[in-house]
């Protein structure tokens, strides 16, 4: 049933349903025509009833209901891009739609809780796809416009500097503010943190107005402040010169140059690409060769032995050697004719994409 609405919903805005034939470029258009769907025909609701007993939740939601809230929409819309052949998941998380401009924070309750998809609309790329209606979506988790909200708001930034200032100023907190160590300094962080031990032993909550608990918090952190800012301004200044600090910018600044001297890891990288496996920003290098390598079969070069040598320019602090710089150019030239054998068999007989091949 799922796989019939999708190729409705495709043949009604000009896309082919079957991913045989469909071009790659058209994936996106065929996500963003399910999400479209989805916006205009449907309806949200948090007070939907259940599907009828023994019928798929998703066939019932498509079909028949058509409202529901955010776990409907997210797990049709999964589900109407994998009967195209479009991967596609579901997500969990929470919507940050609450800007708080007292503490500079978005504040994030359970309220917020969302489910959304992450579809494949190119080889080896995840986007995100929301298939609940945008202005649904606001209303859900937005704030409510008022003089309530803004007074919440002020509540809000009360119970965070309390939260930050007193009850999780620690002894790991203390040495994040100061970074420094001498007697004088570790004397007057000791008393301070006498003080706000005795100010947590108070039953708040209890005893003490608003008032007091306002004041309690303003006197401490302004304390901290005054008595403690020469000193952080001080270390910042002297550890900006320290050795290793300054060790530091040099080893980074020497790794830029090998890499770009030997870049037979951004030429990997190139040749890659032109199959449709891109590394995402976010993956380490070790691990995303070993995606590649479950992912693209046996026929795929084994780059583990590249990124070895990556590592060793990054990380080792050290040049190739001839023999490392041979090694690396003869795996590069057989990764280089591996990706020309993959792409000439699409254009022939449009062979598998790359993203394909562990399916």
């Not at 209303?139 to 919440?152: D, E, I, W």
Request: proline letters at 8%; charged letters at 25%.
């Amino acid at each position: 049933m799922v796989a019939g609405v999708a190729a409705r919903i495709l043949a009604d805005e000009g896309v082919e349903p079957d991913p045989s034939r469909r071009p790659i470029a058209d994936d996106s258009r065929a996500v963003n025509a399910f999400r479209q769907f989805f916006w205009t025909h449907y309806s949200y609701s948090l007070s939907s009833p259940p599907p009828p007993p023994g019928q798929d939740p998703i066939d019932w939601f498509l079909t028949e209901s058509r409202e529901g809230h955010c776990e409907y929409y997210a797990a049709a819309l999964a589900a109407l891009c994998r009967s195209v052949g479009i991967p596609a998941r579901v997500v969990t998380g929470y919507v940050a739609a609450e800007y708080n401009p007292t503490t500079n924070h978005y504040v994030v309750r359970e309220r917020n809780a969302h489910a959304w998809v992450e579809a494949q609309p190119e080889p080896g790329i995840w986007k995100t796809y929301d298939a609940t209606p945008p202005a649904d979506l606001l209303h859900q988790h937005g704030p409510a416009p008022g003089v309530l909200t803004k007074a919440a708001q002020v509540l809000d930034a009360i119970n965070y500097a309390w939260i930050n200032s007193v009850v999780s100023f620690d002894t790991s907190s203390r040495e994040d503010l100061l970074r420094w160590s001498d007697p004088a300094t570790s004397a007057i962080t000791k008393r301070v943190e006498d003080l706000l031990q005795r100010v947590r032993s108070v039953p708040l909550a209890f005893g003490v107005p608003l008032g007091i608990r306002i004041g309690i918090v303003a006197s401490i952190a302004g304390f901290i402040v005054l008595l403690l800012g020469r000193s952080i301004a001080r270390w910042r200044r002297v550890r900006s010169r320290r050795p290793a600090a300054i060790l530091r910018r040099l080893a980074d600044r020497g790794a830029r140059a090998r890499l770009l001297q030997t870049p037979l890891y951004q030429e990997m990288l190139t040749l890659l690409e032109r199959v449709g496996a891109r590394k995402p920003a976010w993956q380490p290098p070790m691990s995303w060769v070993r995606e590649l390598r479950e992912r693209g079969s046996e026929s795929v070069p084994d780059l583990r032995r590249l990124t070895d040598l990556f590592y060793v320019m990054r990380f080792g602090g050290r040049d190739l050697t001839e023999d490392e710089k041979t090694e690396a150019g003869a795996i590069l030239r057989e990764l280089a004719a591996w990706a020309e054998t993959f792409r000439e068999g699409q254009r022939r007989d449009g062979g598998p994409r790359f993203s394909d091949l562990s399916r």
